[in-house]
């Protein structure tokens, strides 16, 4: 878990809940908490306390059983407690009869990521997908709210005969929903006379999980100063700029992150803002090295790239970061229980990942500047081996450079 300063005095005050299942452990559910809890804390919100459930699964009215929610109430009402954060995305229903329950404020971990997200939107196009997604996350939760949505076009003619509050305002979200696409369109094809203009430049496009060092390892190549700070999403629009590597100009893209239980329509919305990565030539993939499970966030960024990029097969490098971080508790001789990621010194790792990848893999440290030479060494070959046979009569110019270094 990752260091958090925060000011308590300010701060709301919340619980985390989730539940162990037959296909989720302690340790993962555990795991799944440590993310939800940083989550909080980038929203601006104290983790009080864990609370942990096993069951075959969610119950359908209240997620979990009636006397951990009684348990749950308890401690909120003795510790002055303003909010509880599900782990798992929570129906209208199970939203209403825990509100009832706890009479707190629930969230849960989308609705948390909404937040986040509506919190880092700065530009336009940013803030028109999170719009977007807060709709399409509220349409269906509807029957829980007394939204008044009319009001915002005015209540007198807009109601049909025998329309209901919440088919009016189902009404009203469909229309907002229909016109934020259709805004979204729109800068997508600003976007696409952007891209046109920029020439045929071979493209580098930063992709990983959230929080592993892609906006740090942008300033460090592009020597620009694109915010990075140690919180999720601290990225969320797109940033382009042109680098040169040796003689080679191209243009370096840093992307929003991804991250674990990232729902459809969320992903969606920020297709727009994916484009950069639809369009890139090669793919330089950040992991954090550091972190415990980094091999599943490997497995999520390349899921989500499989759906962003339609199965799109594009030259990626992986580059492993937070060498500087990395830590591991050898094993002692008499422990037989199974090794674990823990247990794996960073030699041995690094051995595992470039027999499996060769050169298609680095090592490094972007807040320290650790064998960035090597990434960049590797990024010239992949964009070089693209620039040449876009424009196969410079390929005797850059035989020329070479002889010269």
């Known amino acids: 878990m990752k260091d958090m300063i ?8 919340a619980v985390l809940v989730a539940l162990v299942t037959p296909t989720q452990s302690v340790a993962k559910a555990e795991e799944y908490l440590d993310e939800l809890e940083f989550l909080a804390h980038t929203a601006g919100a104290v983790t009080e306390k864990r609370f942990l459930q ?10 979990v059983g009636k006397g951990k929610l009684e348990e749950i109430r308890g401690y909120v009402e003795a510790n002055d407690i303003g909010m509880a954060i599900f782990d798992d995305d929570l129906s209208a229903k199970q939203v209403a009869n825990i509100e009832r329950e706890l009479k707190i404020k629930i969230l849960d971990r989308t609705s948390l990521i909404l937040d986040i997200f509506a919190r880092r939107a ?15 996350y509220l349409l269906p939760r509807l029957t829980r709210m007394w939204t008044h949505l009319e009001r915002q076009r005015g209540g007198i003619g807009m109601r049909g005969p025998g329309e209901t509050q919440i088919e009016t305002d189902r009404r009203i979200i469909l229309d907002k929903i229909a016109h934020l696409k259709a805004e979204l369109r729109d800068i997508d094809k600003q976007k696409a006379v952007q891209r046109k203009n920029r020439g045929k430049l071979t493209r580098v496009a930063l992709v990983g999980y959230t929080n592993v060092g892609k906006s740090t390892l942008m300033n460090l190549l592009s020597k620009s100063d694109v915010f990075a700070e140690n919180k999720l ?3 969320l629009d797109t940033t382009v700029r042109k680098i040169v590597i040796d003689n080679l100009p191209m243009l370096l893209t840093d992307t929003v992150g991804f ?17 950069e990565v639809r369009e890139a030539d090669v793919l330089v993939h950040v992991v954090d090295i550091s972190h415990p499970n980094f091999e599943e966030q490997i497995e999520v960024v390349n899921r989500t790239l499989a759906d962003v990029c339609d199965g799109a097969d594009k030259p990626m490098i992986m580059v492993f970061n937070k060498v500087d971080a990395f830590t591991y508790t ?17 030699e041995e790792l690094e051995r595992t990942w470039m027999s499996r990848l060769g050169d298609d893999a680095v090592f490094i440290s972007a807040k320290k500047g650790i064998n960035i030479d090597a990434l960049k060494e590797k990024i010239y070959a992949k964009a070089k081996e693209i620039h040449t ?4 009569y410079n390929d005797f ?6 002889d010269l270094q």
Do not use: C, W
Not at 6 to 13: A, G, L, Y
Not at 263 to 270: A, C, D, I, K, N
């Open 330 to 346: 050898p094993k002692d001789a008499d422990d037989l229980t199974p090794v674990t990621r823990e247990n794996i010194p960073l």
């Open 6 to 13: 925060i000011d308590k005095e300010s701060s709301e005050r």
């Open 122 to 136: 700065q530009t336009a196009n940013a803030k028109t997908q999170v719009e977007l997604a807060q709709y399409q």
């Open 233 to 235: 999403f601290a990225t």
């Open 259 to 275: 991250i674990r239980k990232l729902p459809t329509h969320l992903v969606e919305s920020f297709k727009s803002t994916l484009d």
């Open 397 to 402: 110019l850059f035989e020329r450079y070479d």
């Open 389 to 392: 046979r876009r424009f196969p």
């Open 54 to 63: 096993k069951m075959a699964g969610a119950d359908s009215r209240t997620y």
